[in-house]
């Protein structure tokens, strides 16, 4: 089973795949407004899931912002209170499940879909 979280700025979704890749489970809440309690609620989202699917899923999440390579800090979100934060390293501790959270950078969109064009700066 493969969890996949969608944190936004105004709602967090959680979505558990099968192996086949059809959706098991799908949930959403309004994003919390602090650090400390969207850890939380993250975490509660993930206990839910594999309660209710019967699997401990990997987890991945798509963040508004990017990892620094080596510090592991969250940079560039515009979801302020992420910034400066070891996202990936909190939650491994809050789900127990060292190595297995990854993170995505979830582009923001320039009418391009958010890719950069060669030659553009990015």
Known sequence: MRFGIDLGGTKTEIMALRSDGSVALRRRIATPRDYDTMLRAVAELVRAADAE????GSVGMAIPGSESFGSNLIKNANTTYLIGKPLRLDLE?????????????????????????????G
């Open 93 to 121: 501790k809050v789900l127990k499940r060292c190595g297995i959270v990854e993170l995505a950078q979830r582009f923001q969109s320039g009418g391009d879909g958010g890719h950069a064009r060669e030659g553009e700066g």
């Open 53 to 56: 699917t019967g699997s401990r």
